[in-house]
């Protein structure tokens, strides 16, 4: 391992200040989904993926990164941030005008770390398919990786890629569904039920395993052992269970933060929960 | 007026299966997907010897719009097929977000475009496809109008960095364009020089703007015909020394008169040149079935509707 699991957990600490710190700095954008990935963003860049912050946007030789549920943009912003891609000061240009660290990524701005813009639900898993696939005429053996919310799911171009990769033996991709059960409008088994995304997944021919995304040991042994099932014919599924909010007790579990900015006394409330690691921005 | 002529008939998409395949044979990193049309596309030959670079997606246009923009990441040159409506209308979202605002080097080829798609009907036949284009930024828009120009602008599209909208139709219609031609995106063609009224045309309808010609020259009119095969950018220039000899103009293309050509030549023209324009375009209609002949006829895109736009701009001249 590249850091110890307590290290790891430090930066973890850092990015949830990063994350509800950039999101009070505007009074806008998503804390619940970014606290709620903050494990599996770090593990990814901090220890599973080979990747260089000296940005190229073709990765050649690298493994890749695709956030299809864009509006998770500060837990992306923050790890891209502290692995090194851009300066931490920029953070606090979070949703702010001529900034870079648009409300959703993009590469318009030219934001090091950022290969397409996400944010309209449901694209995400094509881009990375179309990445994948280049990297397989490229004989290049690294990976695409990608990130889809659970509600997200409910967009059907999802379930066309899902359909092609397995069809395609798209091996070298992994694909992470951030299985908070949470979405604006409430919980998804009320907006429009989910159903067992085991059961679907694996019909479709995709080779499932199951994660339990807040737990920072397990989340890095599962990603490596979603790792050893690359190159075996079918792409792989990271069913990863999550809170949202997880971290700050109370937006633990609540679609209410989903897209809500915490007040100046909530900002202390959620600071002090996570000790401050690696210096604020 | 300058005399052309054609010894043969041929559908503008066999122009784009011949174009993709010269230029795959040129550059290693052109990838060619289609969503269940690779028939009616014509990449039937790219696919027969470049296999390992043809990727079929199925029905599932929003799914191949997305693995498009993927493919960039890396180096390939991915160009779609479908029809345009399919292309268009059906994926604008991912269009937009994926490969237009992520600015990625995709080339979307769009077939069957306007009513000469035919017997399918208006379901097929999308008369809005360059407008929805045009407003996306940075997207380059091209409407060839025979077989030569069309594999001619296939070929120049692999060689520009940049997203693209590349529009062409079913239909065999004359090839009257050098078949040597070299195509430079964004520069007009000279048709015909004329001085009494412009002609602006695209795609299927620069033949007819020829024919119109001829038949306006036998009534004493000397027509100026431009082909306008980029619509965006739109060669700004040609237009307006044009329009500056003759003082009117006529706009010509398969496609609804809101949000095509001729709206783009009539924004130029009002801040740049206020001149009396009329539009041979689908007047805010949809389609319905037919001959590609009997539907041009109907919804007033023949020959004889560019004659008579040419004779009212020429009574509109002060």
Redesign the interface.
């Known amino acids: 391992m590249k850091h110890t699991i307590n290290e790891l957990e430090d930066i973890v600490s850092q990015v949830r200040r990063d994350i509800v710190r950039m999101v009070h700095g505007c009074q806008s954008g998503h804390p619940g989904g970014s606290l709620g990935c903050a494990e599996f963003l770090t593990a990814l860049y901090f220890e599973t993926m080979n990747h260089s912050p000296e940005f190229k946007?073709?990765?050649?030789g690298e493994d890749?990164f695709?956030l299809s549920n864009g509006h998770i943009s500060p837990v992306f912003y923050s790890v891209l941030a502290r692995s090194g891609y851009f300066e931490v000061s920029e953070l606090a240009t979070f949703r702010k005008l001529n900034s870079r660290v648009q409300g959703h990524p993009?590469?318009?701005e030219g934001l090091p770390g950022i290969?397409?813009?996400?944010?309209?639900l449901?694209?995400?898993?094509?881009?990375?398919?179309?990445?994948?696939?280049?990297?397989k005429?490229?004989k290049?053996h690294s990976l695409v990786f990608s990130l889809h919310g659970d509600g997200e799911l409910q967009e059907?171009?999802n379930w066309?890629?899902i359909?092609?990769a397995p069809?395609?033996k798209v091996d070298n991709l992994i694909s992470t569904i951030d299985y908070n059960g949470q979405q604006i409008d409430g919980p998804t088994e009320k907006v429009l039920s989910l159903e067992s995304l085991e059961a679907k997944f694996t019909a479709f021919g995709w080779h499932v395993i199951t994660s339990s995304g807040n737990n920072m040991e397990e989340i890095v042994k599962s990603l490596e052992y979603a790792k050893s099932l690359t190159g075996k014919g079918r792409p792989i599924l990271n069913l990863m269970s999550t809170q949202m909010g997880y971290g700050v007790d109370y937006m633990v579990g609540s679609h209410k933060w989903h897209g809500t900015a915490p007040n100046d006394e909530q900002l202390a409330s959620a600071l002090n929960q996570n000790k401050e690691t690696l210096g604020d921005y | 007026m300058k005399k052309y002529t054609y010894t043969e008939k041929k559908d503008t998409r066999s122009g784009f299966g011949v174009g993709l395949h010269e230029a795959a044979k040129l550059n290693p990193d052109i990838v060619a997907l289609t969503a269940d049309l690779k028939g009616s596309l014509k990449m039937d030959a790219f696919e027969k010897d470049f296999p390992e670079r043809f990727f079929q997606i199925g029905i599932a246009e929003a799914n191949m719009i997305g693995i498009a923009a993927g493919m960039t990441i890396g180096g390939k040159i991915p160009f779609t097929g479908t029809f345009a409506n399919f292309s268009t209308g059906r994926v604008y979202d991912q269009i937009r977000q994926s490969v237009a605002y992520s600015y990625k080097n995709v080339k979307i080829c769009a077939s069957h475009a306007g009513l000469t798609l035919g017997e399918d009907g208006a379901t097929h036949q999308i008369l809005e496809d360059i407008g929805l284009m045009k407003m996306l930024p940075g997207m380059v828009v091209i409407n060839p109008c025979d077989y030569n120009q069309t594999k001619a602008a296939t070929m120049a599209i692999a060689e520009y960095e940049g997203p693209v909208y590349l529009r062409f139709g079913r239909p065999s219609i004359p090839v009257f364009t050098d078949p040597d031609q070299v195509f430079e995106i964004g520069k007009a063609w000279m048709v015909n020089e004329g001085t009494d009224v412009t002609i602006i045309a695209t795609g299927h309808m620069v033949w007819k703007a020829i024919e119109a010609g001829e038949q306006l020259a036998e009534l004493g009119i000397d027509a100026e015909i431009i082909n306008i095969h980029t619509i965006k950018p739109l060669d700004e220039e040609a237009i307006l020394k044009s329009v500056q000899k003759t003082g009117c103009v006529v706009t010509c293309e398969e496609h609804n008169k809101f949000g095509g050509l001729g709206e783009s030549v009539a924004r130029l023209l009002s801040t740049e040149l206020p001149s009396p324009q009329e539009f041979v375009a689908v007047n805010d209609s949809f389609g319905e079935s037919g001959t590609p002949d009997q539907l041009m006829t109907k919804y007033g895109l023949d020959t004889i509707n560019i004659v008579e736009a040419v004779q009212k701009v020429i009574k509109r001249k002060k």
């Open positions: 946007m073709d990765g050649v890749l695709f993009t590469t318009h290969r397409i813009a996400s944010g309209s449901g694209q995400g898993m094509s881009v990375a398919i179309g990445a994948a696939l280049t990297k005429l490229n290049d059907g171009q066309e890629a359909m092609f069809h395609n």
